[in-house]
Structure formats: structure tokens, C-alpha cells
């Protein structure tokens, strides 16, 4: 089969067009005729920094996590999955794990669920990674009805998500972004979140402003420095999600509010085997959300074939992008 294959890591590695031997169904898995793939940002931190990364597969690399596709066969001990079935998931492109900018993956129908009726594939593939990411950082600060959401990066790839998502929880959801440019203001505001923008408005403004005394939640996917100020943000004995921890951090502040920091890194089902199961089921919850009109991702509208990875790649890199890139078959 047709494979897009990365022989040397680096900001000047290309995607090279290869054949490779079609995989076989084994048990517990599924073998799934991929239609789309979407590139996330891990990606292309996988493809730039190799080995300084270690969960980067080893060269030739096929990357790739995201997928959506038909099932052309189903392993022993597979449950729910026949033949046919359209499905997605997140299941490959790093550690031993083959990826998805191929014709053909062999999936753990753990990490699978049936893809979204009202969806198309190519929709469908931008999903899984940043839905579930978005899913895990709000259910794990507890997220409910009635509560004040702040969710910061609210226009990004998990933070247009987590807006959807907060809203379907009946949470009052207001989200940061810039009020110039690329249109952060009119995505936030269609799916019903009020609109901060962080470059104008001080934290402590728009925290006096919006709230008595802090957000029940914050979700920051920018991180970093940000956590700062989603701390200042944050409510007495509230909760923060954080999908980008990598730094030092005083947390002193954190301390005195009596706040709980919770990290999510989707990842570690995949990297350890660790629960893998858990992704399937909120795979099937977000499909069933979708479903219901509550969730449906921005997709960037320019399109790649499978031979232009690198050009997604790049897209990506630009800051350009508007939604989720995907790349089809």
C-alpha cells in the first residue's frame, strides 16, 4: 500500500512517497480502510524534533494519529465492530505504533469508536485527539451545569472543542483569543461562549467583570506562561485543565486559592497501553453529542491529498490554518 513516510527527522525532513506492505487484522484490533487524517500540532513536533522527543517512532517513521475510515476486517475478540463500519480514532503515529498517512491501519478497538452520523470523513478525522483532550480537561475539573467556564486559546484546535463541550455540560462559557485577524472573535461567539480578548482586557478585569470572585473552571490550551494567568482567573477552591504544562511554575498563588491543577496529555492510552478503553468510550460519547447537533469541528478549507502531507505540515506550522487540517485519501 501507499505509504508518506519520513526517512529523516528535522525541519528539513520531507515525506516520501513509499509502498509498504498492507498490515493483517490481529486479535483485538481492527484493520480500517483510513479515508482522512488530521495533523496535530504533536505531529509535527514529532517530525521537527525526532528523537529529542521520546515518543517519536523510529525512521522510517509513518505518523499520523488521527483517522476516520471504513473496517475491512475485525480480529478475534473484537466486540461491536462488524465489517462496513464507518469509525474513528486515535491510534498510531507515535512510539511502535504505525500511523495514519497511509491507505490502511490496524487499530486496537479500544482506541476506536463509530464515527459520527451527521459528520463527514474528512470532519470526522480532525476530531478524535483534540475532542478527547477537550472531553478529558473538562470532565476531570468537573465541569457542570450552571458553572462559569473560562476557557483559554477558545478558537484553537481543543479550545473551539471545549467551548462546544462546556456549552452541551450547561456551563457558562466565555473564552480568550484576539479580537483582530482570523475571525477567534465570530468562532468563539457562534457556539454561544462570550468572547475576552486577552491582548485589551486584564485578567483581572474581565475576572471582576464576568464573575464574583473567579471561573469555577479554567481550560488553558495555551500554557506556559498562561497558567499564570489562569490561576489569577480561577475561583476559590475552582479547578484548571491544562493541556500545555511544560515548564516551572510558582504555584504559590495556586496554593493560597486552594485550586486543583489537573494535566491532560491524551497520549499516555497509547504511549502505555494504560486504559486504552477509555478512549473508545468517549470516542462513542462525543459521537453521540455530535449526533445530538452539539459538536462539530472547524475544518481548515484547504484541502491536501495524501502526497501533500508536508505542505499540511506546513500549513500548520504557518499560523494560518483556520480549524483543524486534514488530509485525505
Known amino acids: 500500500m501507499k505509504a508518506m513516510l519520513i526517512n529523516n527527522y528535522g525541519e528539513n525532513g520531507n515525506f516520501e512517497v513509499s509502498e509498504i506492505e498492507k498490515p493483517t487484522v490481529k486479535a483485538n484490533h481492527v484493520l480500517v480502510k483510513i479515508a482522512a487524517s488530521s495533523v496535530n500540532t504533536i505531529d509535527t513536533m514529532i517530525k521537527n524534533m525526532g528523537t529529542d522527543l521520546p515518543l517519536s517512532p523510529a525512521t522510517p517513521a509513518l505518523l499520523g494519529m488521527d483517522f476516520s475510515g471504513t473496517i475491512e476486517s475485525v480480529g478475534d475478540g473484537v466486540e461491536g465492530f462488524e465489517v462496513g463500519d464507518e469509525v474513528y480514532g486515535c491510534a498510531g503515529g507515535l512510539a511502535d505504533l504505525p500511523g495514519t498517512l497511509t491507505e490502511y491501519i490496524v487499530a486496537d478497538s479500544n482506541l476506536v469508536a463509530h464515527k459520527p452520523k451527521g459528520l463527514t470523513m474528512r470532519e470526522t478525522a480532525a476530531l478524535p485527539l483534540v475532542a478527547i483532550t477537550a472531553y478529558e480537561g473538562l470532565t476531570r475539573a468537573g465541569v457542570k451545569a450552571g458553572q462559569k467556564v473560562l476557557v483559554h486559546g477558545g478558537s ?4 473551539h472543542l471545549a467551548v462546544q463541550l462546556a456549552k452541551y455540560f450547561e456551563a457558562e462559557v466565555f473564552a480568550t483569543g484576539t479580537g483582530t485577524g482570523d475571525n477567534q472573535k465570530a468562532i468563539v461567539e457562534k457556539f454561544g461562549a462570550t468572547f475576552i480578548d486577552f491582548k485589551t482586557e486584564k485578567v483581572a478585569d474581565y475576572t471582576a467583570k464576568y464573575t464574583d470572585g473567579g471561573f469555577d473552571v479554567v481550560f488553558d490550551t495555551v500554557g506556559g506562561a498562561n ?3 489562569s490561576i489569577e482567573a480561577v475561583a476559590l477552591n475552582g479547578h484548571i485543565s491544562t493541556t500545555v504544562s511544560l515548564c516551572e511554575l510558582d504555584l504559590t498563588p495556586l496554593h493560597f486559592k486552594g485550586a486543583s ?4 496529555f491524551m497520549l499516555i492510552p497509547m504511549l502505555h497501553n494504560f486504559k486504552r478503553e477509555e478512549h473508545g468510550t468517549i470516542l462513542e ?3 453521540k453529542i455530535s ?6 469541528p472547524i475544518v481548515d478549507e484547504n484541502k491536501f491529498s495524501l502526497e501533500e502531507v508536508g505542505d499540511a505540515y506546513a500549513h500548520l506550522q504557518s499560523g494560518k490554518a483556520i480549524g483543524k487540517i486534514v488530509v485525505e485519501n
Open 156 to 159: 484553537g484546535g481543543v479550545g
Open 227 to 229: 497558567l499564570t494567568n
Open 261 to 264: 491543577l489537573h494535566v491532560v
Open 285 to 287: 460519547r462525543l459521537a
Open 291 to 296: 449526533n445530538e447537533g452539539h459538536l462539530t
